[in-house]
C-alpha cells in the first residue's frame, strides 16, 4: 500500500514554471544535432546559428527544423517577458496606490493640525498690577519688599495631650 506522502510529493513541483525566473532559468534542449544546453536566449542564439549554417549547406529542411527551434524558445522567451513586466506594473501600481494613500493620510494630518491652530483663539494673558506692600522702616533702607517668606512664623503649636493625659481626664 502506498503512503498518502509519497503521492504528495511528486505532485509537489507539478505548477513550478510561472514562479520560477524562466529569463535566467537554464534549459536542456533536445534538438536534432542533440543537447542544447542554456538560457532561453543563448538556446536561440544556438538554433539560429545552426539554422544559417543548414541552409548555407543548401539543407532546407535541417534550416527549416533549427528555426522551429529556436521560434519555441522565443515564444518562452516572449512570453516570461510579458509576465515580468505584468508583474513589474502590478507593483509599480500597487508602490503608487500605497504611496497615494500615505500621502493622503500626509495631507490630513497636516490639514488636522492646522485646523487646530486657527481654531485655538488667541487668549491674552492679562497681568495684574502689582501692588507694592507696605514698607517697614528696616526695609526701606535696604530697599528690598517685605515678602510672606521673608515674614517670621508666629504661630505657636497647640500642647499635645499624650494618651495618658486622655486617659486621666
Not at 4 to 28: A, E, G, L, M, Q
Not at 116 to 122: A, F, G, V, Y
Not at 127 to 140: H, K, M, R, S, T
Amino acid at each position: 500500500m502506498r503512503s498518502p506522502n509519497k503521492s504528495r510529493s511528486r505532485n509537489k513541483n507539478h505548477n513550478r514554471r510561472s514562479s520560477t525566473n524562466v529569463i535566467n532559468r537554464v534549459f536542456d534542449s533536445s534538438g536534432p544535432d542533440g543537447k542544447v544546453r542554456g538560457t532561453p536566449q543563448q538556446i536561440i542564439e544556438k538554433y539560429q546559428t545552426l539554422a544559417r549554417d543548414a541552409q548555407l549547406a543548401g539543407d532546407r529542411v535541417a534550416s527549416e527544423n533549427f528555426m522551429q527551434h529556436a521560434e519555441h524558445y522565443i515564444r518562452v522567451l516572449g512570453e516570461a517577458q510579458r509576465e515580468m513586466n505584468q508583474r513589474r506594473e502590478q507593483e509599480e501600481a500597487r508602490r503608487r496606490e500605497q504611496q497615494a494613500q500615505a500621502e493622503a493620510a500626509r495631507a490630513a494630518q497636516q490639514k488636522n493640525r492646522e485646523a487646530e491652530e486657527t481654531d485655538q483663539p488667541d487668549v491674552a494673558v492679562e497681568i495684574p498690577d502689582v501692588i507694592p506692600a507696605p514698607l517697614d522702616a528696616q526695609d526701606e533702607e535696604s530697599g528690598l519688599v517685605e515678602t510672606p517668606e521673608s515674614k517670621p512664623r508666629s504661630r505657636r503649636r497647640k500642647p499635645s495631650t499624650s494618651n495618658n493625659d486622655q486617659a486621666a481626664e
